[in-house]
């Protein structure tokens, strides 16, 4: 198991910016698939990004693509979530989700989250109209 922690959430005002992070305590994550889920008040928890153990391959929710750009520093152990352009509706509390990959399949990504193992406690966003 990895232990994960979300940082740099907060109130932002619709068409700013924020860069939410996610740090894993105690290993690094070079055999590791990553993710980041949303969920908002009364909605289920919905995907948002992935990021492929060889931290180049990346899928995105439609409603995300072209505003979130996912990256990943393995030597930091740390994911990242860069968030443009903020709309009202990304209004929700964001987790990182982890799970171990073999190196045969280091260039999948996993979309759903029974596929992760391990999860962060959840950063707020609020976008401001």
């Known amino acids: 198991q990895v232990q994960l922690v979300e940082s740099g959430g907060g109130l932002v005002q619709a068409g700013g910016s924020l860069r939410l992070s996610c740090a894993a305590s105690?290993?690094?994550?070079?055999?590791?698939?990553m993710g980041w889920f949303r969920q908002a008040p009364g909605k289920e928890r919905e995907f948002v990004a992935a990021i492929a153990r060889n931290s180049v391959t990346t899928a995105y929710a439609d409603s995300v693509k072209g505003r979130f750009t996912i990256s990943e520093d393995n030597a930091q152990s740390t994911m990242s979530l860069q968030m443009n352009n903020l709309k009202p509706e990304d209004a929700a509390n964001y987790y990182c989700?982890?799970?171990?990959?073999?190196?045969?399949?280091?260039?999948?990504?996993?979309?759903?989250?029974?596929?992760?193992?391990?999860w962060g406690q959840g950063t707020q966003v609020t976008v401001s109209t």
């Open positions: 105690g290993r690094t994550l070079s055999t590791y698939a």
């Open positions: 989700a982890a799970r171990t990959v073999g190196a045969w399949n280091m260039w999948n990504v996993f979309t759903t989250e029974s596929q992760y193992t391990d």
